[in-house]
């Protein structure tokens, strides 16, 4: 049984950081995508950031460019998200999904994911 279970959301002031994990079982870690989506109130589900095992490539959206950083650590199954300089707008339900690529993140299909986390709440004031 596939079952991906995130923590590490909370509440935190903008400009501060935390580190958001993605704990993944019931499949063969490095044949896969690891990714993030979010969505905030009243908004639709938006790809964050993706990490495929087997080259290591990543991706991000844009509004995170530069202040996230994707990363896995294959013996624990695990993929984190670091997230820095946390703006009031990165405030959103943060669910991870695997797939075997990460075409569905970047492209925000979130319709095509079959596993999803069950979300980590991520809240910044300003």
């Known amino acids: 049984e596939v079952q991906l279970v995130e923590s590490g959301g909370g509440l935190v002031q903008a400009g501060g950081s935390l580190r958001l994990s993605c704990a993944a079982s019931?499949?063969?870690?490095?044949?896969?995508?690891i990714g993030w989506f979010r969505q905030a109130p009243g908004k639709e589900r938006e790809g964050v950031s993706c990490?495929?095992?087997?080259?290591?490539?990543?991706y991000y959206t844009d509004s995170v460019k530069g202040r996230f950083t994707i990363s896995s650590d294959n013996a624990k199954n695990t993929v984190y998200l670091q997230m820095n300089s946390l703006k009031p707008e990165d405030t959103a339900v943060y669910y991870c999904?695997?797939?075997?690529?990460?075409?569905?993140?970047?492209?925000?299909?979130?319709?095509?994911?079959?596993?999803w986390g069950q979300g980590t709440q991520v809240t910044v004031s300003s």
């Open positions: 999904v695997a797939d075997l690529y990460c075409g569905g993140v970047v492209a925000g299909r979130y319709s095509e994911y079959k596993y």
């Open positions: 990490i495929r095992e087997n080259d290591a490539s990543t």
């Open positions: 019931g499949f063969t870690f490095d044949d896969y995508a």
